[in-house]
């Protein structure tokens, strides 16, 4: 569909976005329709289950202190996505999956979900998407971090230090993220006739690398919170300097193939 502009959550984590100049908006079919509403529906689901948990547990502040830090990085990853080039077309790239590998060993599943639900709304408010996008958006992280969390659980078990299980545990927690951001895309790629394998496959080696880098440093910083909170603040300077550099490198890499091709065009 023209209209469809594909944005790619992702992460680790992955939304796509195909930019395209502005057209007329037509109508969604059905089945792009109906994928937008499972997808929202359910992560408003798992919302739901999680308010309700969080508020019979309730939050310590040094836990309240350490979501409100994270729940500002991962708006600030959305608002300001990196941005990789594939010839014409672009794919916005989240650190989502580093930033989950944290928020699951340092905070209760419930607290994960409506921390990254906090983040999402205020995200798709300040870049002013469109609603069905907002929506699928919100479906599509929430289900996925609450099958993270979930899948997290289940595996580490009672713990009260990152230990080599728990860190194992959250490494298979990105990998779930990973997995249902991209098979939410792909449901809803097919539903709007737009080519999937493209979208999916293009730069995969370099996303494979991204999610593993930020996944990387979230299990460093997990390592370093479980045994100081305040140590939060510093753990996450690596990420974002890691932010910043692949930001420097996939714009020298955009304005390199530009060149080419003005070259190419001259001669």
């Known amino acids: 569909m023209e209209w469809f502009e594909l944005e790619r959550v992702f992460v680790e984590r992955l939304c796509l976005e195909l930019m395209a100049e502005p057209v007329r908006t037509p109508m969604l ?12 529906l359910a992560g408003l689901t798992t919302l739901g289950g999680s308010l309700g948990a969080l508020s019979s547990d309730g939050l310590a502040r040094n836990s309240r202190a350490t979501l409100l830090l994270l729940v500002a990085l991962v708006v600030a990853s959305w608002v300001w996505p990196l941005v990789m080039y594939h010839g014409s077309e672009s794919e916005a790239v989240h650190l989502d999956e580093g930033f989950l590998v944290i928020m699951v060993v340092a905070l209760s599943g419930s607290a994960v979900v409506v921390g990254f639900a906090a983040a999402m709304v205020v995200a798709q408010l300040v870049r002013r998407r469109p609603l069905v996008k907002s929506l699928f958006n919100f479906g599509q992280v929430l289900t996925a971090v609450g099958l993270s969390s979930l899948a997290f659980h289940t595996l580490a078990g009672n713990y009260s230090v990152a230990s080599p299980r728990v860190l194992a545990a959250a490494t298979v927690a990105a990998i779930v993220f990973f997995a249902v951001n991209n098979l939410a895309l792909a449901a809803i790629l097919r539903a709007t006739g737009a080519p999937l394998r493209g979208a999916l496959v293009d730069g995969i080696e370099i996303r494979f690398l991204l999610v593993a880098a930020s996944v990387a440093l979230g299990l460093l910083g997990a390592i370093a919170i479980s045994a100081y909170s305040w140590a939060l603040v510093v753990s996450i300077v690596p990420m974002l300097i890691l932010r910043q550099v692949l930001a420097g490198h996939f714009r020298a ?3 390199r193939t530009r060149l080419l091709g003005l070259l190419d065009a001259t001669l």
């Open 29 to 40: 079919p059905r089945a792009a329709t109906a994928t937008i509403a499972v997808a929202f």
């Open 253 to 255: 890499r955009h304005d």
